[in-house]
């Protein structure tokens, strides 16, 4: 018996252990309401996106290994009041696209890029300088943004 309950602690301990590879978020997200309200209104959702902002953080139910992946550092999005948006890599246009606003299953709303740009795939959930598009009910991976200007 002695045996079996050093085993079960042992289990215990090592399940229980910290993965110090998981990515933990570098910021509040701020609360659910806050998102809400911001995002009931496309004409004041669009006025809050106009501007620059910076990619921060990637999570993926399915891939978790790709959790706040290394590749989109330097990823900036540019929307403009036109319903353009560029992509930017380290400062480098990479891409442009055209956004407009469509109703999703739930109270928010996505955004329609074409052509596609895969950080900005799920609903929009935007509070203050922090914005986030939410694929995860899809099964898809949840981008933040915070804005710089």
Same mark, same amino acid.
């Given at each position: ?26 910021? #509040? ?11 009931? #209104? ?62 999703? #299953? ?32 899809? #099964? ?10």
């Amino acid at each position: 018996m002695k045996n079996y309950g050093i085993l079960v602690l042992t289990i215990w301990i090592v399940a229980c252990k910290e993965d110090e590879n998981a990515a933990v978020l570098p910021f #509040d997200q701020g609360s659910y309401e806050c998102f809400v309200e911001s995002s009931q #209104d496309t004409t004041q959702l669009a006025n809050q996106l106009l501007g620059t902002w910076q990619w921060e953080y990637v999570s993926c139910f399915w891939t978790p290994e790709q959790a706040n992946d290394q590749a989109h550092r330097g990823l900036t999005i540019v929307f403009q009041a036109d319903k353009q948006l560029e992509v930017r890599q380290d400062g480098q246009l990479v891409q442009t696209s055209s956004w407009s606003f469509e109703p999703n #299953d739930s109270i928010f709303y996505e955004l329609q890029v074409e052509p596609p740009v895969i950080q900005l795939y799920g609903s929009i959930e935007l509070c203050d300088s922090i914005v986030t598009f939410e694929d995860a009910y899809r #099964d898809g991976c949840t981008n933040i943004f915070t804005k710089t200007r």
